[in-house]
């Protein structure tokens, strides 16, 4: 979505929002982390992101790729900058042409700083030589596709009049050309700022104006950033900072005090501003610390629109409905789904034709290297090893499964003392969902959705089951006519008591004016699909260990003689009704072996 | 769906069905009664219906008129009698054909009776001689298409032996010929009945055997009914029900008792029979007292699938969505679609493409008799004559309405104290449904679908209101953030505060192993169809009355100046809420124009 739409709506609605903007880093492990940051800090409700354009070449296709990541995989909002540094207009192009291919709208276009080694800008051959060359081009080349922005310096403020004239003729040229909306570059001095504000509406200029706001995280930080862009720092700033300057806590503290203070004043001053965009300088803490300071929490509608995130290429955007099986693994999700012609929009069966990608075509992987992955989960040499590994899990005592990136969910954590009973007593849970009745769209757990809206869950269990064990549980199951199962073995054997080929809705909401959403379904197809990949990450944790190995060679067995198995309660009014065929399956296993806790093939 | 298919999951399921049968009357208006009481008697369960073929040839076009309406309009599983009386092979083909068209899959093929005035049976130029000639060539044009049903004679145990072997030989052949299924004669012997049984058996035959039950509704009827048929009657009914010949009541009371003792008696002798097919002989109250007194009621499900009248013609069998507005109006709805490609199959925007019919081609019309009508609405003068029939058929003091064939629904009738106000107020209601937030599927008022479920509603209201008072309204249903409304002029003015253009679900159902089912909606390209037949029902109310009479003056401003408006709360769990807004604007109204009720442009 264009960032003007965004601040139209927000002006409609009278909301304050803001923005974060991240710079492509240097390394690969800089870009894992800051992308996993991204994915974090999303919780904070940013409107959108920007990523800067790195000059010199070599971390230019990285924007590009970040572009694609942050709104396909991570499905945020991402404005991309483009600089005419070293760029000819063929680069500018390929850049502008995938930007709209992953669904990006927004671009600011800007000339860039002198290329690395030279004082003097100057054009490469074939490139734009002016910030409003670049504007042209996009406009000419794309219409109204993107919304550009350019950057605006209130600093410009404080030059001497005529070249202050000067630099505001610049700036209206380039609006007139076709820019949609500025941000500015970092201030501290909140008085230039406005001042500046006034001089360009009085120019004529009336797009948005976004004031870029930089948070005070150390002292070094802040006055390399402040003296490398030539920054004014009021005396009061330094006052209260510089007795401090050994103190980063002390410093952060205070700043973002200062800092909060400024965005206060401008939000304020009636200059028809309700937005701030945040320069995170790749960091978490002071951004954060700031919005708390600002009480600027964000809507739980900003959040979540749909109980799992959704993918903002264009392709994708209509996408409501995904099958419950990747909820702990959504990027493998959207990367085996990446060439689907159509997303199901609602009714999951009528657009599934398209094939699920092959598992070697994407690589299904465990996300731990092998030294994390052995640290994580030891050398277990019995079923009981692996069983308290996985209730381990459960009670949020170890961080990551191969099949779960990440700890269980809040919600989970509901249920987590009967999934880790579970797994004591032979159920290894990978994936799980609490029946949830209608709690309001805004619950801070299991909200999603828009306003005023109502959200319901079936109690959802899947998990890996030996053939004695699950025979037991199957016998109480089948005497709860609200129970449906699907049970596949890693051969592809399946067997279930659902009577329809269609989906089973697991979540769905009602809200005002709306059809009932259903965006998590249970169904055989996807279920099918999903078992080559829970099987093969049992194999490649298995693979971690020394050939013939204990470990490796019980892991492997257990892959090779366990059943997949999920399991819906389809009354939504019992959150405890779906545990109890385990409990009782587990103890009747228990009186049948009462030496030995459940076990897989002898071990 | 095919009789037998039924009838394998009734045995799957362990419960007793029934169906009813019905012959084409005489006339038209009996065939409208018999329509009316054909829906009315749906309720009583019956699995299928089944109707009569008249040999003679003028009312054959009947039965094939009537198989098309109870399939489509009425919406009940529907077996046509074919007969070879009178009947050359082109005919047949027109009567099957026309069936197929219409969706039905089950035919009982007879012989037929002699045609009137002759004593001997014989066939047509081109017709067919035997029974069996009729079910070959059934099965030779349409396959598998159609379950082929034969009569059987339980009598035929009484003839003598080798009669009575000959007439099994007969009947032997037929089967074999592929028939699926036998409805028996009329029969009271069941010792008769269960011999003859015992002896198709021996004779291998294995289809399925319906025994054809005739309560006893009058003595005279009963006489004629076995004489005819050359019935033997059980000397204990005889005793039973001749001392009361004269009493009708007694007669029906003590007739049905008997046979219900009969039906149980079938039932329960270990036949492999589970179903009972009732000659209703076209009256409801025989067959209604024989299902009680047998405890036989309807299963929830087997009513309602969805909580509006499926269609079972072909195309119209997947249709599982839509709007509201035609509640009341289920014939005009269906006509006015009869032309739809595809229905919507739970997104309604999707595959409404194809335009509502028009106004003229399927002729809306008020289903009263002008004289009928002005019984029932005489003489309208002012607006609060208007608004006092409104609000007496809320409170059902009156049985009718233009827009409503039928008195309200017992549903409705849980919020008539609230809608016999509101029209007090001004607001003319001529739609409407309670808010349900989740009772069970079998609940005898609100439910629907498969057993196990939940099923939920939102508030709706639709109606006709000046504009002074629809100015007070919009006023308090803008502060509530809840509500959702369309407002509409007959010209087509349409105002809406709902931003999206997708449908608002205001019926639902959550079922085990299933998506959401969301059956009925509000939107508005439906609202702008239905506004048509809403304001010219209206109009047509008005030329009821004499050309330029106070009553038609009266009517046809009203139609010409009210609005037409449906409201949604949005929030299913305070059934009250809806209301509120419509007393405050009343209370108001009044407050502003103390000594006049709502009027329209002085009336």
Redesign the interface.
């Known amino acids: 979505m264009k960032i003007s739409h965004k601040i139209e709506q927000s002006a409609k609605e009278e909301k304050i929002w803001w923005s974060f903007e991240y710079f492509p880093p240097r390394t690969a492990q800089g870009l894992q982390n800051l992308l996993d940051r991204i994915e974090r800090m999303r919780a904070l409700g940013p409107e959108f992101i920007d990523i800067t354009w790195n000059a010199g070449g070599r971390t230019s296709d990285l924007t590009s790729e970040m572009v694609k990541t942050c709104q396909g995989l991570i499905g945020i909002e991402t404005c991309m900058h483009l600089t005419c540094t070293n760029m000819p207009k063929e680069k500018v192009d390929i850049a502008l042409r995938d930007a709209k291919k992953h669904g990006c709208r927004n671009v600011l276009a800007l000339r860039g700083d002198p290329p690395t080694g030279k004082d003097e800008w100057e054009a490469v051959e074939g490139g734009f030589m002016h910030g409003i060359d670049l504007v042209r081009h996009i406009r000419r080349e794309y219409g109204d596709y993107f919304d550009i922005a350019v950057a605006g310096f209130p600093q410009h403020q404080l030059l001497p009049p005529e070249e202050r004239d000067l630099e505001m003729k610049y700036l209206k040229e380039k609006i007139d050309a076709g820019v949609n909306l500025i941000f500015t570059q970092m201030f501290y001095d909140v008085q230039v700022f406005i001042d500046w504000v006034r001089s360009v509406r009085a120019a004529g200029i009336t797009v948005p104006i976004v004031p870029g706001i930089a948070p005070i995280q150390t002292w070094n930080g802040f006055q390399r950033a402040t003296s490398l862009a030539k920054i004014a720092i009021p005396q009061h700033f330094l006052d209260a900072l510089e007795p401090y300057k050994n103190d980063d806590e002390r410093v952060r503290a205070i700043g973002t005090k200062l800092v909060a203070d400024m965005c206060r004043r401008i939000l304020s001053e009636n200059l028809g501003i309700r937005g701030l965009h945040f320069y995170t300088m790749n960091l978490e803490r002071g951004t954060k610390m700031l919005l708390e300071e600002l009480n600027l929490v964000p809507r739980v509608e900003t959040i979540k629109p749909l109980p799992w995130r959704q993918c903002l290429t264009p392709n994708r955007r209509q996408e409501t409905i995904r099958p419950i099986f990747w909820a702990n693994r959504t990027k493998s999700y959207i990367s085996r789904t990446e060439n689907w012609d159509e997303y199901p929009?609602?009714?999951?069966g009528d657009s599934r034709s398209p094939a699920y990608g092959e598992l070697d075509g994407y690589g299904v992987w465990i996300k731990q290297t092998k030294v994390d992955a052995l640290k994580l989960w030891g050398h277990p040499t019995t079923f009981q090893d692996v069983a308290t590994l996985f209730a381990r899990f459960c009670t949020q005592d170890l961080s990551a499964l191969p099949w779960s990136d990440q700890a269980p969910s809040t919600e989970t954590s509901i249920i987590s003392k009967q999934l880790a009973r579970m797994n004591e007593l032979g159920f290894l849970t990978i994936n799980s969902q609490p029946a949830v009745?209608?709690v309001r769209s805004d619950d801070k757990v299991f909200g999603w959705g828009p306003?005023?809206g109502?959200v319901?869950q079936k109690a959802y269990l899947e998990f890996f089951v030996n053939p004695t064990l699950l025979s037991l549980l199957l016998k109480h199951i089948e005497r709860d006519?609200?129970i449906?199962y699907y049970v596949i073995n890693n051969r592809g054997d399946l067997r279930t008591n659902?009577?329809?080929d269609?989906?089973?809705?697991v979540t769905?909401g009602?809200?005002?004016?709306?059809?009932?959403i259903?965006p998590t379904?249970v169904e055989a197809v996807s279920f099918m699909a999903w078992k080559d990949e829970a099987f093969e990450l049992g194999q490649q944790w298995a693979r971690l260990y020394e050939h013939d190995s204990p470990s490796q060679k019980l892991i492997s067995e257990l892959m090779d003689t366990c059943f997949l198995v999920n399991v819906?309660h389809?009354?939504?009014?019992d959150p405890e009704a779906i545990f109890e065929p385990f409990f009782k399956a587990g103890a009747e296993y228990l009186a049948m072996n009462p030496a030995s806790p459940p076990t897989v093939n002898g071990y």
């Open positions: 929009n609602g009714r999951f009745n209608g306003s005023n109502y319901y006519s609200n449906t659902t009577h329809s269609g989906p089973n809705a769905w009602v809200f005002p004016g709306k059809e009932i259903q379904i819906v389809n009354d939504f009014h």
